[in-house]
């Protein structure tokens, strides 16, 4: 099985930083990595899949790179509704492991 | 618009089975060949994958609950169904039902639910 590892697991930034999270997977899933955004009390929101596509209605601050094992989100400037916790997961072939999680809060 | 929306008992009892059903609308869940997953998220942790059913084929489950779990599709009601057995207080969390989109990543939710194992 496919093991997905977050770092950091926690962060604090100020708005207008640049943030950037990466995940790495035990074994190479190609670009079947998705990124998303939860806040306390909400539904997962997904912002990224195949590594590098944004969802409709994301805004463009928000990236993803990687291939292979190793993959970053970053967003270009944060602003005050992007702190939330971020989370990847892999969806190369079941089981679909999540990574255990960046709590991005206020400095 | 796809819309899924989970339903079943919000308390359990210790060794019981916690069953859950999702229905969907805005969508057939006979077609696209995108995965059904139920996902969960114990409190104030991160999401754990339980398992998924593909429409084209296939069930898959976490490893660490696979003897325990089983997932299945009822085409008629536009239904999938989460059964867990011998359930503990370590099983309390809120459970979500989602879909896959083209591209791979996990694009629709339902609001979750909470489901707590107490006797």
């Known amino acids: 099985d496919i093991q997905m590892t977050q770092s950091p697991s926690s962060l604090s930034a100020s708005v207008g930083d640049r943030v950037t999270i990466t995940c790495r997977a035990s074994q190479s899933i190609y670009n079947y990595l998705n990124w998303y955004q939860q806040k306390p009390g909400k539904v997962p929101k997904l912002l990224i899949y195949?590594?590098?596509t944004l969802q409709s209605d994301v805004p463009s601050r928000f990236s993803g790179s990687g291939s292979g094992t190793d993959f970053t989100l970053t967003i270009s400037s944060l602003q005050p509704e992007d702190f939330a916790t971020y989370y990847c997961?892999?969806?190369?072939?079941?089981?679909?492991?999540f990574g255990g999680g960046t709590k991005v809060d206020i400095k | 618009q796809v819309q899924l929306q989970e339903s079943g008992p919000g308390l359990v009892r210790p060794s019981q089975t916690l069953s859950l059903t999702c229905t969907v609308s805005?969508?057939?869940?006979?077609?696209?060949?995108?995965?059904w997953s139920w996902i969960r998220q114990h409190p104030g942790k991160g999401l754990e994958w339980i398992g998924c059913i593909y429409n084209s084929g296939g069930t898959y489950y976490n490893p660490s609950l696979k003897s325990r779990l089983s997932i299945s599709v009822d085409t008629s009601k536009n239904q999938f169904s989460l059964h867990l057995s011998s359930v503990s207080v370590a099983d309390t969390a809120v459970y979500f039902c989602a879909r896959g989109i083209a591209g791979g990543g996990t694009g629709y939710w339902g609001q979750g639910t909470l489901v707590t194992v107490s006797s």
């Open positions: 997961q892999h969806t190369y072939s079941p089981p679909l492991t």
């Open positions: 195949a590594s590098s």
């Open positions: 805005g969508a057939s869940i006979n077609s696209g060949g995108h995965h």
